[in-house]
T-cell receptor, first 114, second 116 residues
Framework: KQEVTQIPAALSVPEGENLVLNCSFT??????LQWFRQDPGKGLTSLLL?????REQTSGRLNASLDKSSGRSTLYIAASQPGDSATYLC?????????????FGKGTHLIIQP | ETGVTQTPRHLVMGMTNKKSLKCEQH?????MYWYKQSAKKPLELMFV???????ENNSVPSRFSPECPNSSHLFLHLHTLQPEDSALYLC???????????????FGPGTRLTVT
């Protein structure tokens, strides 16, 4: 059964810092990996989707990498801003997941201090 | 309205009540999903509908009953719930549904349910 772990569970940094969020998964047989953002009490917003054949994806100040063989992904946030404060969720789609193949981590709660 | 909408946003109900959650997607998608998000637990898939047919029921108790009358609307009917059912219930939609698919899911804002 696929398991997704996100480290750290919570992170608080001053504005302007570059930071890295980590995601690991136990079954490397995945089709893709997706990073989401969730604001308090709200739904999920998709940030980046990396196909299993890709190594990384970039969107603005966000860069996500994927090392499928080692079961790891990182989300790099450059020049963090208070508006980046949210919970970041990692999800993998593969044969070992739920009915739709998606297995989520518990998330990293990020606070950017002004 | 755009994207995926959910009503109500907050709901408090007793264990003997019957209530329904509503989800509507304005994206022209063919698949819709119900997820449960409990405190300190990962998102859990509950149901998947593709072209208005239920394609997955992820071992959900019968006190949760989904309904998909058309490809734009999804309901979750609730009855005789337990306090541990208190959670954020999220609806999502996608263009299509395939286990190996690379499609993206779009989420609604959720309904915060409290069972007393």
């Amino acid at each position: 059964k696929q398991e997704v772990t996100q480290i750290p569970a919570a992170l608080s940094v001053p504005e302007g810092e570059n930071l890295v969020l980590n995601c690991s998964f136990t079954d490397s047989a995945i089709y893709n990996l997706q990073w989401f953002r969730q604001d308090p009490g709200k739904g999920l917003t998709s940030l980046l989707l990396i196909q299993s054949s890709q190594r990384e994806q970039t969107s603005g100040r966000l860069n996500a990498s994927l090392d499928k063989s080692s079961g790891r992904s990182t989300l790099y946030i450059a020049a963090s801003q208070p508006g980046d404060s949210a919970t970041y969720l990692c999800a993998v789609r593969g044969s070992g997941g739920g009915a739709d193949g998606l297995t989520f981590g518990k998330g990293t709660h990020l606070i950017i201090q002004p | 309205e755009t994207g995926v909408t959910q009503t109500p946003r907050h709901l408090v109900m007793g264990m003997t009540n019957k209530k329904s959650l509503k989800c509507e997607q304005h994206l022209g998608h063919n698949a819709m999903y119900w997820y449960k998000q409990s405190a300190k637990k990962p998102l859990e898939l509950m149901f998947v509908y593709s072209l208005e047919e239920r394609v997955e029921n992820n071992s959900v108790p019968s006190r949760f009953s989904p309904e998909c009358p058309n490809s734009s609307h999804l309901f979750l009917h609730l009855h005789t719930l337990q306090p541990e059912d208190s959670a954020l219930y999220l609806c999502a939609s996608s263009q299509t549904y395939r286990r190996e698919g690379t499609y993206e899911q779009y989420f609604g804002p959720g309904t915060r349910l409290t069972v007393t």
